[in-house]
């Protein structure tokens, strides 16, 4: 009998041809690209520096695709979008000390969205490892403790030999559930010295599954299937996991409405009868899941944005379904499934009974009656006509992009993704910036739809160098800055917080003129006229720019009295 663990990955002849006979001039930075091309790498991003060249001298004797930022930081957001759009984990080159420290942002949003990056740095040289005091530029006693916290594996490559195996090892744990982002770093002189290992041709890519016990799928359908009111929450784990599809036939076999949470936007389609949209900041969506008798959460931790800020106090029976084991009945006691979400909703398709309930889409109407009255009691008018305006300008299969900016905030309720994996944005670490590279990252991943993304005019000023590597890949996104001359958010908050608002207002620059000094087209726009503006600039190819002056407002928050 044969197990999956007895296969051998044998060489092709032309393999062992090349592994016999290495070309000459090989180094370490060799070693690095040939595993990421055996593991089935084809686009890595990053930002060159000193000590990691060995790297990226490599690139150009390999047929690895580079999409090169101008900022670290950035070109974290443009992995983390790649790996999101294609399930793939992204390779993500970066130099030594302040390039590497300066992607810890988004690394950490990259892991709070259990999104797949390979972080790949340059170390000093290996006489320096260990703690010592050596002067080398850009040394740190342990660069690898400052990741530590924020990825998910940390693997510190020390001779040649190691290079692949370490690849290997942090790209199989980037692709386990729950995606995330891992680090990699190897020293100068291991980058630089000539090499006599055979390339490497082939890798293992095929990461752990993490499949739901038996017996617990079995208690959780026979209290789904015996439930007088189930109800679902769908969070990121279910898009993470392509288990959309599968949701929605256990949500109709079971007739339990769906919510979905900011992070798992598209996991369940907008207009179906028992769709209760993303409606987690109110008060009525609240009272709805507290009603359940039987709550099943899937691929979320119920942390502060999904729980209402923590006001939700579930009466029912909670069964959580939840890859990430910190996030398993960390906030509230449950059945704790730990598992991937797609092995556990299939897991229950095949045990839980259908039941029916004739009054679920009736109950669903009414929530969201509820919800849309009280939003229209606000005079709310110029938010919800730019959301309105941006969905019919998106194209329904485009992914769009969200920095923490007002519109934002938003769209995180009131925007139909159209779609799973259409929707993103920087909530999972709510760190300003996102949204443009991130867009950048998704286009580079698929250049056949326009890409949207959506910042104010402070996260904007984050990544405005990045319409150079727009310009210079032609990458196709549409950049829309909603310009309210500050943090607009903060401006709020402060205000509600202190009776005025200190330290929130901006002097900006001309954001249409800037944009227009890289070459990238740029027009400012009105309420009036955005649909039409950025259906036009969708429809271009190439990135653009798109500045509407506005001060928006949210609608007022359920979780305080």
Do not use: C
């Not at 592994?19 to 990421?36: K, Q, S």
């Amino acid at each position: 009998m044969t197990h999956d663990h007895d296969l051998v990955l044998r060489p092709t002849p032309a393999q062992t041809e090349a592994a016999l006979n290495p070309p000459p001039g090989r180094n370490g930075g060799d070693l690095v690209v040939e595993t990421l091309a055996g593991l089935g790498a084809t686009t890595v991003f990053g930002l060159p520096g000193q000590h990691a060249l060995g790297m990226f001298d490599a690139l150009s004797r390999s047929d690895l695709r580079y999409i090169g930022l101008r900022v670290e930081n950035n070109a974290g957001f443009a992995a983390d979008a790649y790996g999101r759009i294609t399930g793939e984990a992204a390779p993500l080159l970066l130099s030594t000390g302040p390039g590497a420290l300066t992607s810890l942002a988004a690394l950490q949003e990259a892991a709070a969205a259990s999104a797949p990056v390979l972080a790949i740095s340059s170390q000093i040289p290996t006489r320096g490892l260990g703690g010592g005091r050596h002067g080398y530029l850009h040394e740190l006693p342990d660069q690898a403790a400052s990741f530590r916290g924020v990825v998910k594996s940390v693997h510190t490559v020390r001779t040649q030999s190691q290079i692949p195996s370490a690849l290997e090892a942090a790209w199989k744990s980037a692709l386990t559930a729950p995606h995330g982002p891992v680090w990699v770093e190897i020293p100068q002189d291991v980058l630089l010295a000539e090499t006599a290992i055979p390339v490497v041709t082939v890798g293992d890519a095929f990461p752990e599954e993490l499949p739901p016990r038996p017996e617990l799928t079995a208690v959780a359908a026979d209290l789904l299937s015996k439930a007088d009111r189930p109800a679902i929450i769908a969070g990121g784990g279910v898009v993470r996991a392509d288990a959309s599809g599968k949701l929605r036939k256990l949500a109709e076999r079971l007739d339990a409405p769906v919510v979905t949470t900011f992070g798992g936007k598209g996991a369940f389609p907008w207009t179906h009868p028992l769709s209760l949209q993303s409606w987690l900041e109110d008060r009525h969506t609240t009272d709805f899941l507290e009603d359940a008798d039987v709550l099943l959460v899937i691929g979320s931790g119920l942390g502060e944005l999904s729980s209402n800020y923590h006001t939700f106090k579930p009466r029912g029976r909670v069964i959580q379904i939840e890859a990430d084991l910190g996030k398993l009945e960390a906030n509230h006691p449950a059945l704790g499934i730990h598992a991937d979400a797609r092995l556990a909703i299939q897991a229950l398709l095949e045990t839980a009974p259908e039941r029916r309930d004739p009054t679920a889409p009736e109950r669903v109407r009414t929530v969201l009656s509820r919800v849309s009255e009280r939003i229209a009691s606000q005079e709310l008018t110029l938010e919800k006509q730019l959301l309105a305006s941006v969905r019919k300008a998106l194209p329904a299969d485009s992914p769009s992009f969200w920095d923490m900016t007002i519109l934002a905030y938003w769209a995180w309720s009131a925007f139909d993704p159209k779609g799973s994996n259409h929707m993103h944005s920087a909530q999972g670490a709510g760190g300003l910036g996102y949204g443009f590279p991130a867009a950048l990252g998704a286009a580079a991943a698929d250049p056949t739809r326009p890409v949207l993304a959506v910042s104010g005019d402070g996260g904007a000023l984050y990544s405005i160098a990045e319409l150079a590597t727009a310009k210079q890949y032609g990458l196709n996104v549409t950049w829309l800055i909603v310009d309210d001359g500050g943090y607009g958010i903060l401006r709020e908050y402060m205000t509600d917080a202190f009776g005025r608002a200190t330290v929130t207002e901006l002097n900006g620059p001309d954001h249409v003129a800037l944009a227009e000094s890289f070459g990238v087209p740029a027009l400012r726009t009105t309420p009036e006229s955005l649909e039409t503006d950025l259906a036009k600039a969708l429809a271009s190819p190439g990135p653009s720019v798109l500045v509407l002056s506005a001060v928006l407002r949210m609608f007022a928050p359920t979780h305080v009295d």
